[in-house]
C-alpha cells in the first residue's frame, strides 16, 4: 500500500502571497489531519477533515483553511503569508477504526521570505 | 484538555546502552498514547502505542512503553541502543472521542555514540 504524499515537499513563498499545499491518503483512509512544525511552537494540530467536512480544529487564525475531496485527498492554504508560517506541513490520515492511529507524509516545507 | 510533557530536549547514550525517553501526560478522560520517531527532513513515524489494553507496548525495532496510571506517565524504551536509533522522538495522546487529534510533547533528540 503507498503511503501518504504530499506535495510540493519544498516551497518558498514571498510575505503576502498564498499557497496551496496538497495530501493524498493512503488508500480507504478517510480521515485527514494537518499539522504543522516549528522550532519554536513544536508539533501543532491544524484540522482535521473526514467525508469532505472540517471535524476537528485547533488554534490558528482564519487564514489557515482547508478542504477535502470526495477521493478523502485534502490541501490546505494559508492566505497572506506571514514569516512566521515557515515550518514543516504534515499530513496524516487514519482509518479511524480500531487503534486510531495516524499515518504521516513526508511534509512540505514552506518556506517564507 | 490534554498535554504531553518530555524530560529531557536531549539525551545522549552509548551504542549498546540502555535508552529511556521520559513522557508524563495530563488527559481528563483514559488517553490513547502514542511514540513517534522523526529522521531528518522527514515525517513521523509511529513507533508504538497504548489504547487501554496490555499496559506493557511493544513497538517497532526493538522499543516498547508502559503505560502507568498512578504515575502518568508512558516512558519509552530500548535495552541496547543502535546507531541508527538517533533522531527525534515525540510522546502524542489524544482522547478516543477525538483521536484525531494529537497533542504532542515537545520532542527528544537521542544522540548514540559509539
Known amino acids: 500500500k503507498a503511503g501518504v504524499t504530499q506535495t510540493p515537499r519544498y516551497l518558498i513563498k514571498t510575505r503576502g502571497q498564498q499557497v496551496t499545499l496538497s495530501c493524498s491518503p493512503i488508500?480507504?483512509?478517510?480521515?485527514v489531519s494537518w499539522y504543522q512544525q516549528t522550532p519554536g511552537q513544536g508539533l501543532q494540530f491544524l484540522f482535521e477533515?473526514?467525508?469532505?467536512?472540517?471535524?476537528n480544529k485547533g488554534n490558528f487564525p482564519g487564514r489557515f483553511s482547508g478542504r477535502q475531496f470526495s477521493n478523502s485527498r485534502s490541501e490546505m492554504n494559508v492566505s497572506t503569508l506571514e514569516l512566521g508560517d515557515s515550518a514543516l506541513y504534515l499530513c496524516?490520515?487514519?482509518?479511524?477504526?480500531?487503534?486510531?492511529?495516524?499515518?504521516f507524509g513526508p511534509g512540505t516545507r514552506l518556506t517564507v521570505t | 484538555a490534554q498535554s504531553v510533557t518530555q524530560l529531557g530536549s536531549h539525551v545522549s547514550v552509548s551504542e549498546g546502552a540502555l535508552v529511556l525517553l521520559r513522557c508524563n501526560y495530563s488527559?481528563?478522560?483514559?488517553?490513547?498514547l502514542f511514540w513517534y520517531v522523526q529522521y531528518p527532513n522527514q515525517g513521523l513515524q509511529l513507533l508504538l502505542k497504548?489504547?487501554?489494553?496490555?499496559?506493557l507496548v511493544k513497538g517497532i525495532n526493538g522499543f516498547e512503553a508502559e503505560f502507568k496510571k498512578s504515575e502518568t506517565s508512558f516512558h519509552l524504551t530500548k535495552p541496547s541502543a543502535h546507531m541508527s536509533d538517533a533522531a527525534e522522538y515525540f510522546c502524542?495522546?489524544?482522547?478516543?472521542?477525538?483521536?484525531?487529534?494529537?497533542?504532542f510533547g515537545t520532542g527528544t533528540r537521542l544522540q548514540v555514540t559509539l
Open positions: 496524516a490520515s487514519t482509518t479511524l477504526t480500531g487503534s486510531h492511529e495516524q499515518y
Open positions: 488508500s480507504g483512509h478517510r480521515s
Open positions: 477533515y473526514f467525508s469532505e467536512t472540517q471535524r
Open positions: 488527559s481528563s478522560v483514559p488517553p490513547y
Open positions: 497504548y489504547t487501554s489494553a496490555a499496559t
Open positions: 502524542s495522546v489524544s482522547d478516543p472521542g477525538t483521536a484525531s487529534k494529537l497533542t
